[in-house]
């Protein structure tokens, strides 16, 4: 959520960045409401003081003698018009707040203006895709994967967009879980965190997945629960209300977890293989800091979601994403791409944004200042660190052999029990 102060005194800011992310928000909406409701405001004010005046003579009168019934008939009006104008306030002060939560965050003045993922500047590659000397299959078609991923068991399960793993294919969903989890808490300084993974509708609202996205989301019909889409989300909320020592800072959490999206508004893209499932795990990587230091952050959680993909030897890419491709909530994204020989392309696998303070004020979360003052607001970053899924088909593509066979990378192979190439049938 923006700051109301500089909406009201700074709202060309605001256009201006609504206009670089191609929003079809309109500043003027939030100017006529919030000049309705100051003048609901000034008007109370005067009849409140003009209340009192009135107010004053009455008790004179009656002290005199006097007959004051036609002045108590003028104050009982002056009331209703001020209970009418309260409520009025109120009203308006609710449709401030529902329209500010549906403004996106405003974009760092470091972010490339586009409007899409083709004006998307790339920072840097590392790795050699592989030469292939047999027709390179993408990964639901290599022989060892036709087995280990099972596609139309998951249909019968659940529907489109699930999937069954077997045997070594599930052994390394679990060995990628754990492997990432050791190397943000071993190397990368994170706590790791088990959290819900389900949460109500204020944890939704507070790291801004309610209101706009709630099409995306899958809810339980009967509770005020909704099945988490990231980690992100309950991790964020863990110090929603709270106000923090500075000396706490930066707070560092990751989490392996269960994610569930609906993907609505993706019908006919990925509907074959594990890119775009209704259901996934992934580890997140989840920050707070303070304001100074949270640019500094972002770059060292991008860096940690590379190393991840060095560490498994899959060729990658980063990429700024620029003000019409941005999130919701990001004031600055980079992704991280792995190359998919099958595709022929670079396909997203880890997103790391800095959210600045636009989610700490949804949800309330400040520190306190070692010097005293005021508490601020922290800022909050997050990113994938990294889901398994995708992983799975990058590794797959990348290591597959002409026989059908899938070669383990060497970082992997402590996790499985020492297995070096997945054949078929296992």
């Known amino acids: 959520m ?29 100017t006529e409401l919030d000049n309705r409701r100051r003048a609901a405001l000034t008007e109370v004010e005067t009849l409140k003081s003009e209340r009192n005046t009135r107010s004053a003579e009455v008790a004179k009168m009656k002290r005199s003698g006097e007959d004051a019934s036609a ?9 209703a018009r001020i209970k009418e104008l309260d409520e009025e306030a109120s009203k308006i002060k609710e449709a401030v707040y529902q329209w500010m939560l549906r403004v996106p965050n405003i974009p760092d003045a470091s972010v490339p203006v586009g409007a899409d993922e083709n004006d998307n500047p790339e920072l840097h590659r590392w790795g050699t895709p592989r030469e292939f000397t047999f027709p390179i299959r993408q990964h639901f078609e290599v022989e060892a994967a036709k087995t280990g991923l099972d596609f139309e068991r998951g249909a019968k399960l659940a ?56 099409e995306d989301l899958f809810k339980m019909p009967v509770w005020d629960y909704y099945l988490i889409p990231t980690a992100e989300v309950p991790v964020t909320n863990l110090h929603a209300g709270e106000v923090l020592d500075e000396d706490m800072l930066p707070l560092r959490y990751t989490a392996g977890t269960p994610c569930f999206r609906s993907e609505a508004g993706s019908a006919g893209k990925d509907v074959r293989g ?53 999130g919701f909530g990001s004031a600055k994204t980079y992704d991280v791409e792995v190359w998919l020989p099958g595709q022929n392309t670079y396909r997203e696998i880890s997103s790391c944004s800095n959210c600045v303070d636009f989610q700490a004020r949804r949800a309330n979360i400040r520190f306190r200042p070692k010097g005293g ?43 499985m029990g020492g297995l070096e190439v997945i054949r078929p049938g296992m």
């Not at 500094?296 to 590379?306: F, G, K, T, V, Y």
């Open 274 to 326: 594990l890119i775009r499932q209704h259901q996934f795990i992934k580890v997140e990587m989840v920050r707070f800091a303070h304001p100074d230091k949270s640019w500094e952050e972002l770059e060292n959680m991008r860096r940690c979601a590379e190393i991840l993909l060095e560490k498994l030897e899959l060729p990658y890419r980063t990429i700024t994403l620029c003000t019409g491709d941005m």
């Open 373 to 415: 003052g005021k508490p601020e607001f922290v800022h909050t970053l997050n990113g994938s660190g990294l889901p398994t899924g995708r992983s799975m088909v990058a590794i797959i593509e990348n290591y597959q052999q002409e026989d059908g066979s899938i070669v383990v990378p060497k970082v992997l192979r402590p996790y």
């Open 71 to 79: 002045l108590v008939a003028e104050l009982g009006k002056l009331s």
């Open 159 to 214: 529907g489109s967009r699930f999937c069954v793993s077997h045997g070594a294919f599930a052994r390394m969903e679990r060995a990628l879980v754990n492997f990432y989890l050791d190397t943000q808490t071993t190397e990368f300084g994170a706590t790791e965190i088990i959290p819900p993974y389900m949460v109500n509708a204020a944890t939704m609202l507070g790291t801004g997945q309610l209101p706009k996205f709630e």
């Open 2 to 30: 923006l700051d109301l102060k500089l909406l009201q005194k700074q709202p060309e800011v605001v256009a201006k960045a609504l206009a670089d992310r191609h929003s079809d928000i309109s500043v003027e909406e939030f």
